[in-house]
């Protein structure tokens, strides 16, 4: 169809400035030195943990700790490295083995928010991944109490 020349057509339309592109999470805390303080944080606070350290079965927290990292850092953005090497994530299906009750999720989460306070993002940033982590856990959660 004719488009109707009575109409303004969208080049006689003031143009403001174009907006600026999308940044992803991963681009606004300036990339992986971030997620690898973080994840440090966190799992320092595994490592001192009575709930969360015995049911990681490595002796090491290295393994586990680069997993999530790479982890978070695909999911907020970042390369796939993840993915590429472990594949779908189906975290659900990986926590499985590990026995989720409401207190391990707070052990986790007391752990996280921790491990926020020691990087101190800026608010919004901690916001959006905060809520996130309280999502995502308690998702994980595969045991009653
Ligand atoms: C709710 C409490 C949680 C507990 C107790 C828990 C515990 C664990 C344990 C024991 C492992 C195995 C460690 C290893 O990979 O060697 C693991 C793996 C993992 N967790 Fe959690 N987790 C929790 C929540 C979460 C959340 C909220 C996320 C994401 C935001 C997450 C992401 C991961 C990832 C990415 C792995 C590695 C998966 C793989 O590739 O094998 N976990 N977790």
Redesign the pocket.
């Known amino acids: 169809m004719e488009p109707d020349r009575s109409l303004p057509q969208a080049a006689s339309v003031p143009r403001t400035a174009p907006d600026p592109p999308t940044q992803t999470l991963f681009d606004r805390v300036g990339g992986e030195a971030f997620f690898v303080r973080l994840v440090d944080a966190f799992y320092q606070r595994v490592e001192a943990s009575e709930i969360?350290r015995p049911?990681?079965?490595?002796p090491e927290l290295s393994?586990?700790n680069e997993?999530?990292r790479l982890?978070?850092i695909q999911y907020w953005g970042g390369p796939t490295t993840?993915s590429d090497t472990?594949g779908h994530?189906r975290?659900r299906m990986?926590?499985a083995p590990?026995p989720?009750y409401s207190t391990?999720?707070a052990a986790?989460l007391d752990a996280m928010s921790g491990a926020l306070d020691e990087v101190d993002p800026e608010p919004d940033i901690r916001e959006e991944l905060w809520a996130?982590?309280e999502r995502?856990?308690t998702f994980?959660?595969n045991m009653d109490g």
């Open positions: 969360l049911l990681y079965p490595d393994g586990a997993r999530l982890f978070l993840y472990r994530p975290l990986r926590h590990f989720v391990t999720i986790w996130y982590f995502a856990a994980m959660r």
